[in-house]
Structures are given as structure tokens and as C-alpha cells.
């Protein structure tokens, strides 16, 4: 059983939210409601997409992430690299200097995520002949999908491919060799320097796994500054990494776009951006498309390019990937650590497998169908008498949703405003009353006067 | 508890709108989703098939505590021979219909498959009528 309650790492700061809605208005599972002047985010509905925190103007939703200095805690300390990461800084910084300061952070080992993807794509190709009642087939590459299907799509979640994603499987991999080299259990600490707040909560509340097989996630804005001030003072000791670091094409485009869905025969979608995805799923759900045998669906636009914690510009990054995919394709260098994985292969294959992946719909007003129903009857009435046009002053960011909120006890009517200028002119409450509802959904600040000078 | 949603002739744009409306409700009342895939499936088919043949059709969606009920009638030319229509492969689509995608003789079997009782009449140069009954139990 997976925990009832879902870690997010995407955080309001109470503070700074200044309750504009805008960030209500574009979540794509409607799970975010304006309550005293804030945002509240509804954790079972949350897929840690990351959308709210682009929309918001005044950056009051924060990524959390876990003090760095735990990472001493480990006599072995791994950090796990997502390629995003090197694309992330100029041409002019090279991949040893980038490997150099992350060492010189405190970390014993750098390691890049995607180095054991050759083991990923073989598991997964035996898995879609085993499986092939079970097309068409969703990666499990993207948590904010795995998240987005389980919560809006449950029919669909046994097309999800029940494997590993390549994080785990490089994890894993790297626990299992320092294991190897003498060190215990408790001395090996693996951290993932993460582009998005997806992979925080797959490490926190992990599906289909029991425990993560990660100690730490790091902020990957955090890891990029560092880095680029180190380099621009010129701080780094000497140039610890020695190995120029090298991945194959295939690793390299794995997180792009088209990455994982270029890699299989048949007919392979790859789709990124949530909205799009959804799109798709719709369709999917409906079989309105049908001989698929591969989708590829990424929340963010141009997948891990465009993580909440990236720093570049995502057409830029690619490029520069792009451009180390290509260098690596022309001059095929020995790469140490893929021979090294060949040992584990095996090991790898057999521990490949994740378990099943629940459906937990925020869709159905009740578990029980006459309640349900009597339900939707309500709310279809409340919706004859509110305005309909969506205007999100009733802190809900749909008629609908206000609807919804009110049947479920979360809300009252007479938060909208439409109601409450009607029931005021028919004496029904008092301006007072009408002004205090106001003051729960928006805060009490917010109708304190304002000069027109002030700033 | 009773729904109807209109279903424009010729519109392909909008074909499937009624079905995924539909999908929204049974997902709300929280019944069983493989219920749900089948009766949507069959739905968007019956939907498609108004768009393509009919000129307007009325999707009438009626839920019981046991069932749904759909009875999806249309406008149209009426089918001449039902039983060559059930025959699978079978398509009345035009040409024109079936390169876009739609109507690839996929229609009436389908739809029965995807269904626990399918019950469909017609009268020429009037319409069809089908209704789908899908027990939830
Ligand atoms: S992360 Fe995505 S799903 Fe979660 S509240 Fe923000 S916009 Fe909504
Ligand atoms: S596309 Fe990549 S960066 Fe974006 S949420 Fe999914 S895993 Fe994270």
C-alpha cells in the first residue's frame, strides 16, 4: 500500500503569496484553491507537475529541498547527475571542471543518471513482448505523468511499464558496487541533484516501490550556482576529476525529447508538456488512437530541458547536448564505466522490476454510487444559479469547482461574489456578512484601504 | 439520472465530445473503470458513426444504480441492412469518411463488443436508433 498522504516538494511561502490565482488557474488537476488570501495546494490532487510554480509572478512557491550537509552523514557520498545538468552552462566550462567543483562540494563519486540506460532500454523491450496485451505502453521515465494517470486516468495505469526508471536503476547500480569495494549499507549515501520537483516527490513517496533507493535529492539551481561561482573565482583546487567523462548518443538524448521513444520499433509517440499529454490520454482512454505500441510523455516542454529548477534557456541546453551527443558520436571513446555496468548487468535485469502501480481517482464525488449521484445532482443545481464565467473570485477556479467544493463541504456558496451582490439586494445578509465572506477567501490585508499615492 | 448531449452531423472536429463528456460523469460517480473504458469505447464509436452518416443525432445517457443506459438517435439515412452492417469489416463510411480515420468497418461489432446488450432499428431516410446497456455489477 502506498502512504495516504503524497510529499511534495513544491511549497507556498505564506509570506510572499499574494493570492493572485494565477497559479490556480493554470494546474492541470485543479488542485490549488485561494483560502485567506493564499494559495493552498490539495496534496492527493497535486502531481508535482511544477505549473503552478512558472505561473506564479511573485516566486511564492519554492522548491524544497534537503540540507546540503547531510550529505556528510555518508563516509561514501555519490552524486547522481541528470544530463540536464551540463547542458546547463556555457560552452567555454567543460564537463571535467563541472565534475571537478562537485567534488570539491564534498562529494567521493560523480556518477550521470543516464549511464545505465542501455540497461533500461533491453529490460524494456523484453518486458513489451512479454507484456503485449498490455499496449499500448506509457514509460514510467516522467513521475509527474506516473502521478497524472494514477490521479485523472486510473483505467490507463496498467499500461504504465512496469520497470524501473533509469534514476533507480543507476542507484542501484552504484550501491551495488561500492557494496562491492567493502563499504556497508549504512556508509553509502546517494544523492540526486534533480531539474524538477517530480523526481523529489518519486524519491520521497516512491510508487510501486517500497523504499527509494535514494538518501538525498539537491536542488539542481543550487548545484548550477555553485559551480559557476567557483568557476568565476577561480576557487577549485586543482582538477580532481581526471577521466574525461564520456556517454554514448543514446544517454545523452535520453531526457530530451524523443529520447526513450526513438529507441523502439513499432509506432512510438513522443509527447512532452502536460497539457499535450493530457490531450493524448484523453484520446487514449476513448481508444480514439489505437495501434500504438510506445508513448513517451513528459510534463515539462521539451521534457527535463525545461525542469522547474533549470537555469538555461531549454533550446540552448539541447543544443548543447545535442552538440556533446554528437562529439561523442564521431569519436567513439572507450567509456570505462559502461564496461563496468556489463559486470552488473545481470544484477541489474533482476532487481528491474517496480510493483503495482495504484489507481487513486480525485475524480469521483463519493466512493459509494448513490451517494455519488445525489451528489452530482446538487451540484448540477448549484450550477444553475452561479454565473458561469469562471472568474475565480471565489478563490475556486471554476464555477464547477466552487460547485464541487460546496457539495463536498469544502466551501460555501456565498463565496461568489455573484450570489452574494444578489442575496445582499434581496436583504437576504447584510453588507457586513458580505464583506466578512470576502475577507476569509481573500485576507483580511487585502480590503485594507489603499491610497492611490502609496506604493 | 438523465443526460443528453447533441451530436453535429458532419463535424469531425467535434466528434468524440459527447463520449469524453459522458467519461467525466462515470468517473465521477466513481464507477468501476473498466466499465467506464468499455462503455466510452462503444459510445465514441456510436458517436462517430452519427457524425459520419447522419445529419444530428441526441446521445440520451440515463444511469441507474445497476446500468447505463445510452440511446444515441440520429437523423439520417437509416442503415438498409443491419445485419450486413454487424458483419465485421462491414463499413457504409464513404471513401472520403475512411481516410480520415474514421469508420474503418471497426463500427457496429465494436460496439456490440463493448457492450452487454446492444439492441439497434432503423428506418430508411429517417434514422437509427441504438441503445447500449451496460450493467455495473
Ligand atoms: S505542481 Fe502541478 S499539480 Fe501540483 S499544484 Fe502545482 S500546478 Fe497543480
Ligand atoms: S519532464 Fe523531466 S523535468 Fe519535467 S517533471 Fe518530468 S522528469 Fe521532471
Known amino acids: ?455 | 439520472m438523465e443526460f443528453t448531449f447533441f451530436i453535429e452531423g458532419g463535424n469531425f472536429s467535434k466528434a468524440g465530445t459527447a463520449s469524453s463528456e459522458v467519461k467525466k460523469i462515470l468517473k465521477q460517480l466513481n464507477v468501476d473503470a473498466k466499465i467506464i473504458k468499455r462503455t466510452v469505447v462503444s459510445l465514441y464509436e456510436a458517436e462517430v458513426n452519427v457524425v459520419a452518416h447522419a445529419f444530428e443525432g441526441n446521445m440520451i445517457v440515463e444511469i441507474f444504480p445497476d446500468k447505463i443506459v445510452v440511446r444515441i438517435e440520429d437523423k439520417g439515412p437509416g442503415i438498409p441492412d443491419i445485419d450486413k452492417a454487424m458483419e465485421k469489416g462491414f463499413s457504409t463510411a464513404t471513401p472520403k469518411v475512411r481516410e480520415m480515420g474514421f469508420g474503418a468497418g471497426m463500427g457496429l461489432p465494436n460496439i456490440k463488443k463493448n457492450s452487454d446488450q446492444m439492441n439497434i432499428s432503423s428506418t430508411v431516410n429517417v434514422g437509427t436508433q441504438l441503445e447500449i446497456v451496460n450493467y455495473l455489477k
Not at chain 1, 552524486?79 to 564537463?95: C, H, K, N, R, Y
Not at chain 1, 548545484?223 to 583546487?237: A, E, G, H
Request: glycine share 4%; proline share 4%; aromatic share 8%.
Open chain 1, 1 to 455: 500500500m502506498e502512504k495516504a498522504h503524497f510529499y511534495h516538494a513544491l511549497k507556498v511561502v505564506e509570506k510572499v503569496c499574494i493570492g493572485c490565482t494565477h497559479c490556480m488557474n493554470v494546474c492541470p488537476t485543479s488542485a490549488i484553491r485561494v483560502k485567506n488570501g493564499i494559495a493552498d495546494i490539495n496534496k492527493n490532487a497535486c502531481v508535482d507537475c511544477g505549473e503552478c510554480l512558472n505561473a506564479c509572478p511573485v516566486n511564492a512557491i519554492i522548491v524544497e529541498q534537503d540540507d546540503f550537509s547531510q550529505i556528510f552523514h555518508f563516509k561514501q557520498r555519490v552524486a547522481l547527475l541528470p544530463t540536464v545538468l551540463l547542458g546547463q552552462f556555457p560552452d567555454d566550462i567543460s564537463e571535467k571542471q563541472i565534475y571537478s567543483v562537485i567534488l570539491d562540494l564534498g562529494f567521493t563519486h560523480v556518477y550521470e543518471v543516464d549511464e545505465t540506460v542501455d540497461v533500461l532500454t533491453e529490460a524494456t523491450k523484453t518486458y513489451m513482448k512479454k507484456n503485449h496485451q498490455d499496449r499500448p505502453f506509457i514509460s514510467s521515465f516522467c513521475p509527474a505523468i506516473v502521478r497524472l494517470i494514477q490521479v485523472k486516468f486510473p483505467a490507463l495505469v496498467e499500461h504504465i511499464i512496469h520497470l524501473k526508471p533509469v534514476i533507480d536503476i543507476s542507484a542501484l547500480f552504484y550501491r551495488e558496487k561500492l557494496r562491492n569495494e567493502g563499504f556497508l549499507d549504512d556508509e553509502i549515501g546517494i544523492f540526486y541533484v534533480t531539474p524538477c520537483a517530480a523526481k523529489i516527490a518519486a524519491v520521497k513517496s516512491p510508487v510501486g516501490e517500497d523504499n527509494s533507493f535514494i538518501d538525498g535529492v539537491i536542488n539542481m539551481d543550487f548545484i548550477y550556482n555553485k559551480v559557476l561561482l567557483s568557476i568565476k573565482q577561480n576557487k577549485t583546487v586543482g582538477i580532481k576529476y581526471e577521466i574525461d567523462k564520456h556517454m554514448s548518443r543514446r544517454s545523452i538524448g535520453w531526457t530530451l525529447t524523443n529520447g526513450e521513444a526513438s529507441q523502439y520499433s513499432g509506432r512510438c509517440l513522443a509527447i512532452d508538456e502536460i497539457h499535450n499529454v493530457i490531450e493524448v490520454l484523453e484520446k487514449l482512454e476513448n481508444e480514439e488512437i489505437r495501434d500504438i505500441d510506445f508513448l513517451e510523455l513528459r510534463a515539462c516542454d521539451h521534457s527535463c530541458a525545461g525542469g522547474v529548477l533549470t537555469t538555461e534557456n531549454r533550446f540552448l541546453a539541447i543544443e548543447r547536448l545535442r552538440k556533446r551527443g554528437d562529439w561523442y558520436h564521431r569519436n567513439k571513446p572507450i567509456i570505462l564505466e559502461e564496461k563496468e555496468i556489463e559486470e552488473y548487468r545481470p544484477y541489474l535485469l533482476e532487481n528491474i522490476s517496480i510493483k503495482s502501480i495504484e489507481p487513486r481517482s480525485i475524480l469521483s464525488l463519493d466512493t459509494d454510487m448513490m451517494e455519488a449521484m445525489k451528489k452530482m445532482e446538487k451540484i448540477n443545481r448549484i450550477l444553475k444559479v452561479l454565473p458561469g464565467i469562471d472568474c475565480g473570485a471565489c478563490g475556486a477556479p471554476r464555477c464547477q469547482a466552487l460547485a464541487e467544493d460546496v457539495v463536498q463541504g469544502k466551501a460555501k456558496m456565498t463565496q461568489c461574489v455573484f450570489l452574494q451582490k444578489m442575496l445582499t439586494k434581496e436583504g437576504l445578509i447584510t453588507p457586513q456578512e458580505s464583506f466578512d465572506i470576502s475577507e476569509n477567501t481573500w485576507g483580511i490585508k487585502r480590503f485594507e484601504k489603499k491610497n492611490i499615492n502609496d506604493h
